[in-house]
């Protein structure tokens, strides 16, 4: 079965850099765009950008493009974010996501998240 | 970008009560339009894809309507697991954007 299992919580001081994994299992990693959402507490949900495995290619919400970056290791079918120069207003449960190929192309799979803390 | 306007945020309903929820877009995004439930703690769960078809293992109680700018979420008879907030995403282009949520709860 497909399933995206992530990191585990990180406590982080304002002005660091956080690096979270997504490990996939159950599908073709390279055939799934792979996006990343996060939930600050008790908040809606946000879109910070996508990576497509195959090549590389990523896309970032216009408000992440100079703080994220997102990779991937095809060897090991793991995706990856890294959010620099954090700050308290970044602390959120951080997701992984699969697109899935069906129409309207839905978010199908989700990680189970990640808690970052960001707190001096 | 797509600006997704999602009514209402919360609403007190009562188990068996048929509910709906809505959806628009600041621009047309035809049939591109999925819907989620998620409960405290737990990732969102898929619902609903392409405005109205039925995710696999989904409750049949649960349906989607629209197209264009407007869109529906109608629960037909609300059971007790299904106090939950609900989001509207659209993916019709990047940014992606989702609704603001709508939060059930028990009246």
């Known amino acids: 079965q497909v399933q995206l299992v992530q990191s585990g919580a990180e406590v982080k001081k304002p002005g660091a850099s956080v690096k979270v994994s997504c490990k996939a299992s159950g599908f073709t990693f390279t055939v799934y765009h792979m996006h990343w959402v996060r939930q600050a507490p008790g908040q809606g949900l946000e879109w910070m950008g996508w990576?497509?495995?195959?090549?590389?290619?990523?896309h970032f919400a216009q408000r992440f493009q100079d703080r994220v970056t997102m990779t991937r290791d095809t060897s090991i079918n793991t995706a990856y974010m890294e959010l620099n120069s954090l700050k308290p207003d970044d602390t959120a449960v951080y997701y992984c996501?699969?697109?899935?190929?069906?129409?309207?192309?839905?978010?199908?799979?989700w990680g189970q998240g990640t808690l970052v803390t960001v707190s001096s | 970008d797509i600006q997704m306007t999602q009514s209402p945020s919360s609403l007190a309903v009562s188990v068996g009560d048929r509910v709906t929820i809505t959806c628009r877009a600041s621009?047309?995004?035809?049939?591109?339009l999925n819907w989620y439930q998620q409960k405290p703690g737990k990732a969102p769960k898929l619902l609903i894809y392409?405005?109205?078809t039925l995710e696999s293992g989904v409750p049949s109680r649960f349906s989607g309507s629209g197209y264009g700018t407007d869109f529906t979420l109608t629960i037909s008879s609300l059971q007790p697991e299904d106090f939950a907030t609900y989001f509207c995403l659209q993916s019709y282009t990047v940014p992606r954007a989702f609704g603001q949520g709508t939060n059930l709860e028990i009246k």
């Open positions: 392409a405005a109205s």
């Open positions: 990576i497509n495995p195959n090549t590389g290619g990523t």
């Open positions: 621009q047309s995004i035809a049939s591109y």
């Open positions: 996501v699969r697109e899935g190929l069906m129409g309207a192309a839905p978010f199908d799979h």
